[in-house]
C-alpha cells in the first residue's frame, strides 16, 4: 500500500525532536535531525503508527491557529480529519465518489479505525469542502470545536468583547500562580471601562463558563507547571512484572529529620540513608548512613559495595536474624542526582558490569518499590528520640531540633539494622501475595545464587583518596612531591590532547586533568581513572626507592640550620671594624697643631693656653678699629694683607 501523508522536505517532529524529510519511498524514510544535522532511518510503517499513537507530529508552516487549548480528544479528530483531507487532496478528482471511497478505505486502514467509526461518504465531501474554504485548516471542520481557541462570535457575547476574554484568560489566568477567577472577573470589569467597549459586559457565570471549558491538565500545565501537569495525567497501565533475583533493584536516599551527637553530646549532623532494594523480593541488599549534609557519590557507591558483599557476622552479632541478603544487581534503577550521575559512579558500575537506569527528578513513580519503602521506614522511625518527622509534615515544637538530639551514629545505625532485619524483613508483604520479603529472598535464592564479581576488589579504589592532577608531558602525574609516570599514561596523554583538539576545547595544558586514586600509605603506585573508556589502570612511582614506603616517609624532612663559625668570625672582625671606626669619628678634631700639642680629648686646654687665645682675639680686634691706618703689634705689615674696615655712623635719635 502506498502511503500519501508524509512527503519530501516535510518537517516533522518525533518524540520531542525536530526531524526534515531528506528522502522517502515506500517502504523507508529517511530523517535529518534540525538540531545537529545527524541521518537517521525509520520505516514508514513505524513513522505512522508513531503519527497515530501521537508521538510523531506533522509540523505545518502555514498554519497560524492557536490551538494550544484544545482538549486531547479534539487534537486526536484534527489529526485523523487531516489525514483524510491529505489523501483527498492528492486525488485527480477529489469530490468524486470513487476517490472518496478510496480515502475512506485507505485511510481507515492507515487509522486502524472500525467500521463504525469510519465517516460516510457525504461527511468526507462536507469537510472537504469546509477544509478548502478555510486555507486547508482541519480545526474548521470539528462538530463542536472548543470556543478558547477561536474568536467566532457567540449569540450572547459580542467579537469585541470574546476578544477581551480571550486576552484575559492568555495573559492572566494561565500563567504561573496566576490569580483566581474572581480576581481575573475583576480586571475584566477594570479593562472593559478603561477601553470604552461599547460592546455588553458578561456575567461572572458566563466568564466562569469560558474558563471552564480549557482542560483541566492544560490549567495544571500553564499555572502549575509541567511537572504537575504530568503527574495528573499519569496512570498505571503497566504493572512491573520480575521473573528473577537481581533482575531490577532500585536505589535511593532519605533524608531523615533527627540530630546525632558523639560521646561528649555534641551535635555533628543529620543521617542521610541509602537503601539498594531488590524489586522481585522487596529485600535491602545493603544501606550507607552518611553524615555529608549532603547525598555524595562516596555513600552511592558505600552502599553499593554493603549491597553486594556478605555481611559480616560479627558485625551485626546485635541482630536477632541473620542478614543474609547481598549479590550484584543487573540493572540499577536511580535518580537523575548528582550521586548517581557523574563520572566516578559511571567508571564504578562499567567495571562491575550494571546497568544504570536513571529518570528524571521528582518523578518517584519511576522507582515506586524504594520510595514505597522510604515510607514505610519513616514510620517505623516514629516515636524514637530526637525524630522530628518529615518537613512537610509542618510539625510544631518548642525548642529547637538539636535540644532532642539523642541518639549516637553508633545507636541510630542499629536502631536502623534492627528496622530492616529484623522486623521489615519478617513482615508480610501485599505486593508479595503476602508472603514476607525474606520468605520470597529463600525460595529463590537457592535457584539463582547471589553473584559477587571478581573484580569486587575495585571498590577499594573508588572509596580511596581521589586527586585530580593534570598530566606532564614528559614527568606524567605529581603528588606530594612524587612523580608517577608509565607508558600507558602518556598515550594516554596522546589520547586527550588529541580528542580535545578535535573537539577545540583544549586551550592550554590544565586541560589535561585527569582523576587518580591515592593509598597514602603506599606510595608504590597510584591508580589513574581513563576518561575516555571508563577503566583504570596502575601507574608506578618513578623513584624505584619507594616501594613498600608511605608519602609521609618520603617527605623530605625539613632543614635544620646549623651555626656556621666561619660566619661568627666574619662578623666579629667586622662588628670591630665598624667599632673603631666610631671611635675615629668621635675623636677626631679639627686642628693645625703638630705632634704631641695638637688638641684632644685626652690633652684638654691650658690656662696659659686660654690666655694666649684671647690675648691674640684682642690684638686683631684693635687691629680692626685701628684709625691711624697704624699697624697694630704683632701683625703683618704686607699690604696685601692690611684692610681698612667700614665704618658706620648712627644718628642718635634723642637730638
Known amino acids: 500500500m502506498k502511503q500519501h501523508i508524509f512527503k519530501k522536505n516535510m ?56 490551538i494550544k487549548l484544545l482538549t486531547d480528544k479534539e487534537v486526536s479528530q484534527i489529526r485523523q480529519i487531516e489525514t483524510y483531507m491529505q489523501f483527498l487532496d492528492m486525488q485527480p478528482h477529489p469530490r468524486s465518489d470513487a476517490s472518496i471511497k478510496l480515502c475512506i478505505e485507505t485511510c481507515a486502514l492507515t487509522l486502524n479505525q472500525s467500521l463504525p467509526d469510519q465517516p460516510s461518504v457525504s461527511t468526507i465531501r462536507r469537510m472537504h469542502k469546509k477544509w ?31 476578544l477581551l476574554i480571550d486576552d484575559i484568560i492568555h495573559s492572566v489566568y494561565l500563567v504561573q500562580n496566576g490569580p483566581k477567577r474572581s480576581l481575573c472577573y475583576k480586571q475584566l470589569e477594570r479593562r472593559h471601562k478603561e477601553l470604552k ?22 490549567v495544571i500545565r500553564f499555572r502549575q507547571g509541567s511537572v504537575a501537569a504530568t503527574k495528573f495525567n ?68 558505600s552502599a553499593l559495595r554493603h549491597a ?58 519511576r522507582r515506586p518499590h524504594v520510595e514505597r519503602f522510604n515510607r514505610t521506614f519513616r514510620g517505623k522511625l516514629e516515636g524514637l528520640p530526637g525524630y522530628l518527622g518529615k518537613k512537610v509534615d509542618g510539625f510544631e515544637y518548642n525548642k529547637p531540633g538539636k535540644a532532642y538530639a539523642t541518639l549516637t551514629q553508633d545507636e541510630f545505625e542499629r536502631i536502623v539494622c534492627h528496622l530492616i532485619v529484623d522486623e521489615y524483613h519478617n513482615e508480610p508483604h501485599s505486593g508479595l501475595n503476602n508472603l514476607t520479603p525474606m520468605q520470597m529472598w529463600q525460595k529463590h535464592i537457592t535457584f ?36 608517577f609516570n608509565s607508558k600507558e599514561l602518556h598515550q594516554l596523554y596522546i589520547d586527550l590532547k588529541i580528542k580535545l583538539k578535535e573537539m577545540k576545547e583544549m586551550k592550554d595544558i590544565t586541560d589535561m586533568k585527569v582523576k587518580f586514586y591515592v593509598d597514602k600509605s603506599d606510595a608504590t603506585e597510584i591508580i589513574v581513572h581513563n576518561p575516555l573508556t571508563h577503566s583504570v589502570f596502575k601507574v608506578q612511582n618513578t623513584r624505584q626507592s619507594s616501594f613498600g614506603k608511605s608519602f609521609e616517609e618520603l617527605k623530605a624532612p625539613p632543614a635544620h640550620f646549623v651555626p656556621n663559625d666561619a660566619k661568627n668570625r666574619i662578623a666579629k672582625i667586622t662588628q670591630e671594624a665598624e667599632k673603631r671606626k666610631r671611635v675615629a669619628a668621635r675623636d677626631k678634631v679639627k686642628s693645625t697643631q703638630p705632634g704631641e700639642n695638637a688638641l684632644s680629648f685626652e690633652n684638654g686646654l691650658q690656662p696659659e693656653d686660654l690666655n694666649s687665645m ?33 665704618i658706620k655712623i648712627y644718628k642718635n635719635t634723642q637730638d
Open 11 to 66: 518537517s516533522i517532529s518525533r518524540f520531542g525532536k525536530k526531524y526534515t524529510i531528506e528522502l522517502i519511498d515506500n517502504d523507508v524514510a529517511t530523517l535529518r535531525n534540525t538540531n545537529n544535522q545527524t541521518l537517521q532511518i525509520a520505516e514508514v510503517n513505524t513513522l505512522l503508527i508513531e503519527y497515530q499513537l501521537d508521538q510523531l507530529v506533522i509540523e505545518e508552516s502555514n498554519c497560524d491557529l492557536n
Open 132 to 162: 478548502i474554504e478555510n486555507n486547508k485548516q482541519a480545526y474548521y471542520c470539528l462538530k463542536n470545536p472548543t470556543r478558547m481557541a477561536t474568536t467566532a462570535c457567540n449569540p450572547r457575547i459580542s467579537h469585541e468583547m470574546r
Open 197 to 218: 467597549l461599547d460592546c455588553k459586559m458578561v456575567s461572572r457565570s458566563t466568564f466562569y463558563r469560558e474558563i471552564n471549558k480549557i482542560e483541566e491538565s492544560t
Open 234 to 301: 499519569r496512570n498505571a497501565t503497566k504493572l512491573i512484572e520480575l521473573s528473577s533475583l537481581f533482575e531490577r533493584c532500585e536505589m535511593d536516599a532519605v533524608h531523615v529529620k533527627m540530630h546525632l551527637v558523639d560521646s561528649d553530646n555534641n551535635i555533628i549532623g543529620t543521617p542521610i540513608i541509602f537503601f539498594v532494594m531488590d524489586v522481585f523480593s522487596r529485600v535491602i541488599l545493603g544501606m550507607h548512613i552518611s553524615l555529608a549534609g549532603a547525598e555524595t557519590t562516596h555513600a552511592a557507591i
Open 308 to 365: 553486594i558483599l556478605p555481611k559480616p557476622i560479627e558485625k551485626y552479632h546485635y541482630l536477632e536474624n541473620e542478614w543474609e541478603c547481598h549479590g550484584s544487581p543487573m540493572k540499577l534503577y536511580v535518580d537523575s542526582g548528582s550521586s548517581f550521575i557523574n563520572a566516578n559512579f559511571d567508571a564504578l558500575l562499567s567495571q562491575l558490569t550494571i546497568s544504570r537506569i536513571n529518570g528524571p527528578s521528582k518523578q518517584a513513580w
Open 448 to 483: 539463582q545464587p547471589p553473584y559477587v564479581p571478581k573484580n569486587v576488589g575495585i571498590f577499594d579504589i573508588f572509596l580511596s583518596h581521589q586527586v585530580t592532577g593534570t598530566i606532564q608531558k614528559l614527568k606524567g602525574l605529581q603528588f606530594q612531591k612524587q612523580f
Open 614 to 646: 684671647l690675648l691674640k682675639r684682642n690684638n686683631v680686634s684693635h687691629s680692626a678699629i685701628n684709625l691711624n691706618h697704624e699697624p697694630a703689634p704683632n701683625t703683618s705689615t704686607d699690604k696685601q694683607v692690611t684692610r681698612k674696615p667700614k
